[in-house]
């Protein structure tokens, strides 16, 4: 039982964890920020396994708030897990209700997959706006209530904005069970 909650900096589809989150949208065939570098280092495949994803309705793979697990292929993280986080839209729109959904909604696929290890983009952060500690207090919320449930949940921070802030969130309302590295990757 090693139980940490790690935030690092880096590049997410470098990491050697069991699936890798990526913070798609609803259609799931790619786009800009880490959802176009996951599907960049994964491969063609990863947009076919995508494609092949039922839609629930037309345009509609993933609804915001869900999750969808496909293979890796050629990133080292065996499988990525898609959600799709909630656009900004000044609060009063089920955003905070939506962004912990898709924490919890891949958190619950992973478990259903046995999976030991996932890493996360700071979901909603990029294009969709998400006022960024506001994000990290629902991101750190939902993953420390399930560390226990992991060997680890590495929380991933591309800019340096959003490492200080995730670092500070983690070490605000950490105990025991957090460990919060201070180095670069890994
Ligand atoms: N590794 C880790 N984090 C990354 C990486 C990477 N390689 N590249 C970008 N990020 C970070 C961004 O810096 C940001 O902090 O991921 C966070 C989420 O930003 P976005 O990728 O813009 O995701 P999001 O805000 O959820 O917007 C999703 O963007 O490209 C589209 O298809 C995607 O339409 C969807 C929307």
Do not use: Q
Request: charge should be neutral; charged fraction near 20%.
């Amino acid at each position: 039982m090693c139980k940490m909650l790690e935030v690092i900096s880096g590049d997410i589809t470098a990491l050697d964890v069991d699936a890798i989150v990526n913070a798609a949208n609803e259609r799931m065939l790619g786009g800009g920020g880490v959802d176009g570098a996951i599907h960049r280092a994964a491969g063609r495949r990863l947009y076919d396994a995508c494609l092949a994803v039922p839609e629930v309705r037309p345009g509609v793979r993933c609804p915001t708030g869900h999750s969808r697990i496909t293979p890796g292929f050629n990133l080292r993280a065996r499988y990525v897990i898609h959600t799709v986080g909630p656009v900004w839209r000044g609060g009063a729109h089920r955003e905070p209700a939506l962004l912990a959904s898709c924490y919890r909604s891949a958190l619950e696929l992973a478990r259903h997959h046995h999976l030991r290890s996932i890493a996360f983009p700071a979901i909603s952060c990029g294009v969709y706006g998400y006022p960024l500690e506001e994000a990290a207090a629902i991101a750190v919320r939902e993953t420390r209530v399930t560390v226990s449930d992991f060997d680890r949940i590495v929380l991933v921070a591309f800019d340096a904005d959003v490492h200080a802030v995730l670092l500070a969130e983690a070490n605000a309302t950490g105990s025991n069970d957090a460990h919060v590295p201070n180095h670069s990757n890994n």
